[in-house]
T-cell receptor
Framework: EDQVTQSPEALRLQEGESSSLNCSYT??????LFWYRQDPGKGPEFLFT???AGEEKEKERLKATLTKKESFLHITAPKPEDSATYLC??????????FGTGTRLQVTL | ETGVTQTPRHLVMGMTNKKSLKCEQH?????MYWYKQSAKKPLELMFV???????ENNSVPSRFSPECPNSSHLFLHLHTLQPEDSALYLC???????????FGPGTRLTVT
């Protein structure tokens, strides 16, 4: 059974204080790892897909990386508007997404 | 309208009521999904449709009944729900199963 574990559960940063979120996974035949952002009371917003170990993707202050066991979402010089819950999901040979419980990020002034 | 839309955004229903949730996607995708999101839990996949055909039912109680009349529309019919069914219900779509999914804003359901 595919599994995704995200850490930390919650993270509080000051504006400009860079950090990383972790997503550890076990999956049968990785076909993709996905990162989403979810604001309170809204649906998840797609950020990135990573397909193979060593791959990296960037968008503004976010950079996602992938190894054979985990993925990191690096947040560089975050701003208050980056506050959200970040979700990680994987898909393997079963072709369905398995989600983690997310990391709740709060960025303060 | 763009992306994935869901109506209603909020729903309060009694345990004996019957209601339906509606989802529409404007992305030209072939697969659609229903998820349940409860506090402190990962998203729970409920149903999967691919080209209008149901391909997955994740042991969902029969009080939840999906309907997919075409690749753009998805419904979730609700009847005799329980208070523990209160949650955020999310619809998503993707080009095909196993690739990135795009989510709607969700319906916040409260069962009293």
């Amino acid at each position: 059974e595919d599994q995704v574990t995200q850490s930390p559960e919650a993270l509080r940063l000051q504006e400009g204080e860079s950090s990383s979120l972790n997503c550890s996974y076990t999956v049968s035949g990785l076909r993709g790892l996905f990162w989403y952002r979810q604001d309170p009371g809204k649906g998840p917003e797609f950020l990135f897909t990573l397909y193979s170990a060593g791959e990296e993707k960037e968008k503004e202050r976010l950079k996602a990386t992938l190894t054979k066991k985990e993925s990191f979402l690096h947040i560089t010089a975050p701003k208050p508007e980056d506050s959200a819950t970040y979700l990680c999901a994987v898909t393997g040979t079963a072709s369905k997404l398995t989600f983690g419980t997310g990391t709740r990020l709060q960025v303060t002034l | 309208e763009t992306g994935v839309t869901q109506t209603p955004r909020h729903l309060v229903m009694g345990m004996t009521n019957k209601k339906s949730l509606k989802c529409e996607q404007h992305l030209g995708h072939n697969a659609m999904y229903w998820y349940k999101q409860s506090a402190k839990k990962p998203l729970e996949l409920m149903f999967v449709y691919n080209f209008k055909e149901q391909t997955e039912n994740n042991s969902v109680p029969s009080r939840f009944s999906p309907e997919c009349p075409n690749s753009s529309h998805l419904f979730l019919h609700l009847h005799t729900l329980q208070p523990e069914d209160s949650a955020l219900y999310l619809c998503a779509s993707s080009q095909q199963p196993g690739v990135e999914q795009y989510f709607g804003p969700g319906t916040r359901l409260t069962v009293t």
